[in-house]
């Protein structure tokens, strides 16, 4: 069997599995009464679960900040920061009664294999990921991560159906066993997003561009062409709602900002410290090769750093010598998510771009890019190459387009 078909055998062999033990006579408590169902379709009991979801989210938070790591397992956050354990029980599982007669359909799959009491299953776990030699299961979703962004599920509860998932970036939604096909926007991308072989054999740069758009044709030679560099997609500039929806909160195609139109189908991501998704410290030798007055680098930053410090840096090579452009937290960018009503966030710098509000209204943030304007000090003069570094800080900076005039 293929890596990806047994993936999702063993998926959807436990959803079977939980509607057969439906029909089965379970001992215990549960032998005393008719047999019982081992999820909920109850909208009470999902909002019971989103909130202890939410508690697991701030643990977790608060886990990483103290340990500068993740945990092994949700039982690592007992008993700090999780004072009560039976946060790590689903509500409906506490109610059902048995939490090892719960957990029993799942024995043989990693995500559940915490050793602690816990019925949710952990996506980060650092069990061996069995469809790639050498992988953990964190190092797949690392990589799911890095094409999708932080929506990607890293706690997820089997108790409800829908299933209930706990993005990275805290987001709660509902989704099917296989939580990709919410992301799924093209029939074409739903195979590839399901491929453990496809993510494990090609490139960040690869997989980025089988779901980013084709260059616009009406793209000019103005509009540098980033594809060779693309290492992540517009979906890390878009968040999934409380209904499952992903909202896409970016411009995308050959857009106007400002006046200047610029070619956005995908990002080139660094890293940061302690990010989450192993991004590239730095982006060498994207070409320009340009004569130009003006040089427009539209681009943003994920998580905040001190006012003042400098984040990243571009380099630019051209036919005088080089250029360096530092560009500094609080002075040339913010970080991507904001909510647009608190007036804090009105401070400078003032975006480029912020998403309008019906993009913003069932999510309640907004997102922000920023335009970065260098002025040529000989204009006609050829540029030839840029560089993009990221000084390591918490803010980890991602470009999303650049633009020549
Ligand atoms: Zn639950």
């Known amino acids: 069997m293929n ?3 047994s993936l999702r055998h063993w998926r959807r062999a436990a959803v079977l599995l939980a509607a057969a033990c439906q029909l089965l006579h379970l001992p215990g408590r549960a032998a005393e009464q008719s047999p019982r169902a081992k999820y909920s379709t109850s909208p009470a009991d999902q909002a019971q679960c989103r909130r202890q979801l939410n508690l697991i989210y701030g643990a977790i938070q608060q886990y990483r900040q103290k340990h500068g790591m993740l945990p092994r397992w949700l039982s690592d956050l007992v008993p700090d920061p999780l004072a009560d354990p039976r946060v790590l029980v689903c509500p409906f599982v506490q109610n059902f009664g048995y939490l090892k007669e719960w957990r029993k359909d799942f024995v043989t799959v990693p995500v559940f294999g915490d050793p602690g009491d816990c019925s949710y299953s952990y996506e ?4 061996p990921f069995r469809w790639v030699p050498g992988w953990t299961t964190r190092d797949y979703k690392e990589h799911q991560m890095q094409l999708l962004g932080l ?9 409800h159906r829908p299933i209930l998932n706990l993005g990275f970036d805290g ?3 509902p989704s ?34 089988l779901i980013t758009a084709p260059r616009p044709p009406e793209a000019g030679a103005g509009q540098i062409d980033l594809s060779p560099h693309y290492n992540a997609t517009l979906f890390h500039l878009s968040q999934v709602d409380s209904s499952g929806q992903v909202i896409r909160a970016c411009p995308e195609g050959l857009q106007p900002i400002g006046n200047v139109r610029f070619d956005i189908r995908g990002l080139v991501h660094l890293a940061g410290k302690n990010f989450p998704i192993p991004f590239p410290r730095s982006v060498q030798n994207i070409g320009i090769h340009s004569r130009c007055a003006t040089l427009y680098l539209l681009h943003g930053t994920c998580l905040t750093a001190p006012e003042g410090e400098v984040i990243a840096k571009y380099v630019l090579h051209h036919e005088n010598g080089t250029t360096e452009i530092p560009i500094a937290y609080g002075e040339a960018v913010r970080t991507r998510w904001f909510d647009p009503k608190r007036k804090a966030e009105s401070r400078q710098p003032t975006p480029a771009w912020v998403s309008p509000p019906e993009r913003v209204a069932t999510i309640s943030k907004a997102l922000r890019l920023y335009v970065h304007r260098w002025a040529n000090p000989n204009p006609g003069a050829s540029v030839h190459t840029l560089d993009f570094e990221s000084l390591m800080t918490e803010s980890a900076p991602f470009l999303v387009a650049i633009t020549v005039e």
């Open 151 to 159: 929506g990607v599920p890293i706690v997820r509860c089997f108790a």
């Open 124 to 127: 980060l776990c650092l069990e």
């Open 3 to 5: 890596p990806t078909a």
């Open 171 to 173: 987001s709660i939604y």
């Open 176 to 209: 099917p066993s296989e939580w990709e096909d919410n992301f799924v926007t093209d029939p074409k991308h739903r195979s590839a997003l399901h491929s453990v072989h496809w993510l494990a054999t090609n490139t960040p740069n690869q997989t980025a561009l």
